[in-house]
């Protein structure tokens, strides 16, 4: 069995891996990332590329922690987006700039004031009708229509623009084995997508592997009840002839449809979140499909929704455990020895988790070595999207 060693080895090739693998490697340090199958599959290439600014989470209150973490993100993002910040990312899509928030319901006196309250600070803005999107004029609003520029990114560009500097530095393989002590893991066995068995050893093992994260907690002892998994049921709806970006909300804390659309097959697909997801987790494919389409069906009455295609697709949230088993209200470390487990939380997140790995490495008592040449090995290819996987279209 071949041995391969690197400074520092991280384990998932997903948003918070290829952050974090990028600023290790502009700090010198000899990096290797693992992923099992592909850059951004499972969590990364699943979410809905919204840069979150916390308005959504603060409409109602209930949620202010995390609305006063994420003020901080979005800027970091943006320098990045205009080739200026920590990461190169000039040639990312950008879906939109902004994103809308809007009620179908009559009466929603909350909604509407937290929305003026946010507007004299400068959060949103109420959005001259002369300005909505072509859906929305179709299908107004009840009461105002509001702007909050949180940008949707192409998701699919951001994963190969992090992926493109980290070339002879990702490699394909599963895990079959951890070497563990009691100064955390000593090396891995890996099989490598192309039959070969290897050993990696490293200085730090940083795991940032989603639900790959449990088979590392266990390994190291800190056991399954460290982690979470909230799932949800994504909706596909596609053939749709305009884009929408945004949150229908209602009273709930949760928006009723949490909406990005996406160019697909010459015209637009719409990927569908909020409580048509959470409630469609706890549903059957075929349920969940016909109350996404009742739920678009009110929310836009004047779509043609005989003429569209519709299919699911199924995601674990996996997180550090929270106490009442929500959203976690930042990036979480958990550390033993050389290792460190990492959770994002939220794709808006990696650069913070970034900086809390670099801030830990003092301590572990390591150093830079010389770059290591790793193109022998099987490369970890950029993953595909949700509407480019799903293969059970269906009109309903």
């Known amino acids: 069995m071949d041995t391969y060693r690197c400074d520092i080895l991280i384990v998932g090739g997903g948003i918070a891996g290829l952050w974090t693998a990028n600023r290790l490697l502009q700090a010198g340090w000899n990096v290797l990332l693992l992923e099992s199958s592909a850059l951004g599959a499972a969590q990364t290439l699943a979410s809905q590329g919204i840069m979150h600014s916390g308005v959504k989470y603060g409409i109602d209150g209930s949620n202010r922690e995390i609305a006063q973490q994420l003020k901080t993100l979005p800027p970091r993002w943006m320098d990045c987006l205009a080739g200026k910040g920590e990461l190169d990312l000039s040639a990312v899509k950008v879906l939109s700039p902004e994103q809308y928030l809007w009620s179908r319901d009559r009466v929603i006196g909350g909604f509407t004031s937290a929305m003026a309250g946010k507007a004299m600070q400068g959060e949103v803005e109420d959005v001259p009708k002369s300005r909505w999107p072509e859906v929305l004029k179709a299908n107004p609003p009840s009461g105002s229509l509001y702007a909050v520029k949180e940008a949707i990114l192409d998701i699919q560009t951001v994963v190969q623009s992090l992926s493109n500097p980290l070339q002879g530095r990702t490699v394909a393989g599963q895990i079959q084995k951890f070497h563990t002590s009691e100064k955390g893991v000593e090396a891995l066995e890996v099989s490598l997508a192309d039959g070969r068995l290897i050993r990696l050893e490293a200085g730090v093992f940083v795991c940032t592997a989603g639900s790959g994260n449990e088979q590392a907690a266990v390994a190291l002892g800190f056991g399954m009840e460290v982690t979470q998994r909230r799932p949800l049921r994504m909706v596909l709806a596609k053939g749709l002839p305009q884009p929408v970006y945004g949150h229908c909300v209602t009273t709930s804390p949760k928006p009723r449809a949490t909406i990005t659309s996406h160019p697909h097959e010459g ?116 993953g595909q999207l949700p509407w480019q996987q799903a293969r059970d279209w269906r009109r309903l």
Do not use: H
């Not at 455990?321 to 959203?327: C, E, I, M, N, T």
């Not at 900086?355 to 099987?378: A, N």
């Open 267 to 382: 015209k637009w697909v719409w990927y569908l979140g909020g409580e048509i997801a959470e409630k469609g987790a706890q549903m059957s494919d075929d349920d969940t499909l016909k109350r996404a389409k009742e739920e678009m069906e009110s929310i836009f009455p004047s779509v043609n929704w005989s003429e569209v295609a519709w299919a699911c697709f199924a995601v674990d949230r996996a997180e550090p455990r929270d106490p009442k088993g929500q959203l976690p209200p930042e990036p979480r470390l958990l550390a033993k020895g050389n290792s460190i487990i990492a959770w994002p939380t939220k794709l808006v997140y990696a650069p913070l988790l970034a900086d809390r790995v670099i801030e830990s490495l003092p301590g572990l008592g390591i150093k830079p070595s010389p770059l290591t040449d790793f193109s022998s090995l099987p490369a970890a290819e950029v």
